[in-house]
């Protein structure tokens, strides 16, 4: 069975392995879990002029504004914690458009820290996504879900309950 690989498959995949093998099979996570309803809430309340939540091939842009001729795509995190999960995701996302023909980079920005990060698809960053999508392409092809080893970040995940089997 073929999956479609998408930002948030493969920011999930940074995180953790199992999380992204659940969503492959549409698979939610709590919903009500409180630390998504403070990442949405930051979201809302963050960049209030901008327009929120573009959607693009595969995924959701928190916004985008136009810079110097280009189209700047920007993600909003609540904290610094998985910078890395949310670089490659904004890479996913810059890659679509730039397929397209569009001349795009990125932002992440953190509010709580005032910090921004820019992102830009370079070679580096385009066999690194190349291979984090194969990757993810195998693990999501196993009949059964990858076991995982409880750490410090699973305590507050909203996969939480269907890590116990």
């Known amino acids: 069975m073929k999956y479609k690989i998408f930002g948030s498959l493969i920011q999930a995949y940074m995180v953790c392995p199992k999380q992204a093998w659940l969503m492959s099979r549409q698979i939610t996570g709590d919903q009500y879990n409180e630390f998504l309803a403070i990442g949405r809430l930051i979201s809302e309340e963050s960049y209030k002029r901008q327009k929120k939540e573009i959607l693009v091939e595969g ?6 504004k136009h810079d110097d001729g280009r189209f700047m795509l920007v993600e909003v995190k609540k904290s610094e914690k998985f910078l890395d999960a949310a670089k490659m995701q904004l890479l996913y996302y810059l890659l679509q458009l730039k397929n397209k023909g569009y001349n795009v980079r990125g932002e992440i920005r ?3 820290s005032k910090k921004i990060i820019t992102v830009e698809l370079d070679d580096d960053s385009r066999k690194a996504l190349e291979n984090v999508s194969k990757e993810i392409e195998e693990l999501i092809e196993k009949e059964k879900s990858p076991h995982i080893n409880f750490t ?14």
Not at 59 to 64: A, E, H, R, V
Not at 152 to 165: A, Q
């Open 152 to 165: 410090s970040k699973c305590k507050n995940c909203s996969y939480l309950e269907f890590c116990w089997s």
């Open 59 to 64: 995924g959701k842009i928190d916004f985008i």
């Open 110 to 112: 953190v509010p709580r």
